[in-house]
């Protein structure tokens, strides 16, 4: 054998004992830097927001859910965004999830009822779904009836924050498939409607990324 091939024999077998990541960079993972405000953070089960606007519209507790939720969006991001998601930071600056049960009644007032689900749209003109108040006088959870796909209580997830340092807004009225309990204290319905909404947030936060 020349010496030619001695050397190239050689640089072979020192390239095969060589980390195999030398030639490309190593994916990093997903960074999730939580800076809410401690209000969005605490709490158990529900807690109802102040204000005659507000009456029946509650934050579900970040405890509602085991792993809790900003865990499960950071796992769901990092599965659905694959690569585009390496070394990228997503900051979360504001997220709540909350349960409205307001119903609006026909008349000189609107005012909520306590009551778990509409009667069928159109079938009963004195109560319809929505918030009763505009948006803009709305401490969280608004919604219109036309956002629901059913006829129970919906829960709202409202997301803000940025992600690679752009920002990016995530809106989501989840509407349940039956009867939530409503206490979000661990019932597996309350559970999964939960975190079906946090599925739906992850969802639409990728097609915000994306575009």
């Not at 030639?23 to 993972?29: F, K, M, Y």
């Amino acid at each position: 054998m020349n010496v030619s091939a001695l050397r190239i024999a050689a640089a072979i077998c020192f390239l095969a004992v060589l980390p195999p990541a030398l030639s490309q960079e190593e994916a990093r993972p997903l960074v999730v830097i939580d800076l809410r405000p401690d209000e969005e953070k605490s709490g158990h089960g529900l807690t109802a927001l102040d204000g005659k606007c507000n009456v029946d519209v509650f934050r579900i507790a970040d405890v509602a859910s085991d792993p809790q939720k900003v865990d499960v969006l950071k796992s769901l991001l990092a599965d659905q965004l694959g690569i585009a998601a390496d070394g990228k930071t997503l900051t979360v600056l504001n997220w709540s999830i909350y349960y409205n049960r307001q119903v609006q009644k026909s008349g000189s007032l609107i005012e909520s009822v306590g009551i778990q689900g509409y009667k069928v749209p159109g079938k009963d003109k004195s109560r319809k779904p929505g918030s009763i108040c505009p948006r803009k006088q709305s401490a969280g959870g608004w919604y219109e009836g036309k956002e629901l796909t059913d006829v129970y209580f919906p829960l709202i997830s409202e997301f803000e924050g940025t992600f690679g340092g752009k920002p990016v807004n995530a809106r989501v009225v989840y509407s349940p498939h039956s009867k939530l309990p409503g206490k979000f204290e661990g019932e597996q319905a309350d559970t999964e409607a939960l975190l079906a909404a946090v599925q739906q947030t992850a969802e639409t936060l990728v097609g915000a990324i994306s575009r």
